[in-house]
Nanobody, 123 residues
Framework: QVQLVESGGGSVQAGGSLRLSCAAS????????MGWFRQAPGKVREGVAR????????YYADSVKGRFTISRDNAKTTVYLQMNSLKPEDTAMYYC????????????????WGQGTQVTVSS
C-alpha cells in the first residue's frame, strides 16, 4: 500500500515562500507520476504541478508557472513543491498524489493521495 505524507505547509505573507514535501513509502521507487493538487474553500480541487519521477519531466498549471517548482530527490521517494512569490489566492489545502500513469494530470488518474497540508497566504 502506497502511503503519502505531506509536510511544510503554514502561514506566510504575500510574496513569501514555502516548500512542501511529500514522502512516499510502500512502493518500489521507479517511474511514477507524482502530483500536487490544491483545494480552496468552496472550490474544486485543481492540479498544480506534476513530475514523472523517472524522466524528471514536469508540468505546471498556468496559475503557478514561474512561481512554483516541483522536484524529486535522488531516491525518487520524496517530491517537493517550492512555492515562491505566494499570493492570497494560493491559499488552499495542498495534496500530494501518486499514479503509475498520468498523461493528462487529471484527478481520476491518481490512485494514492496524502492527507493534505494547509497553506495560508495573507495580504
Amino acid at each position: 500500500q502506497v502511503q503519502l505524507v505531506e509536510s511544510g505547509g503554514g502561514s506566510v505573507q504575500a510574496g513569501g515562500s514555502l516548500r512542501l514535501s511529500c514522502a512516499a513509502s510502500g512502493y518500489t521507487a521507479g517511474r511514477y507520476c507524482m502530483g500536487w493538487f490544491r483545494q480552496a474553500p468552496g472550490k474544486v480541487r485543481e492540479g498544480v504541478a506534476r513530475i514523472f519521477t523517472g524522466s524528471g519531466m514536469t508540468y505546471y498549471a498556468d496559475s503557478v508557472k514561474g512561481r512554483f517548482t516541483i522536484s524529486r530527490d535522488n531516491a525518487k521517494t520524496t517530491v517537493y513543491l517550492q512555492m515562491n512569490s505566494l499570493k492570497p489566492e494560493d491559499t488552499a489545502m495542498y495534496y500530494c498524489a501518486a499514479a503509475r500513469l498520468c498523461p493528462t494530470g487529471m484527478e481520476y488518474e491518481y490512485n494514492y493521495w496524502g492527507q493534505g497540508t494547509q497553506v495560508t497566504v495573507s495580504s
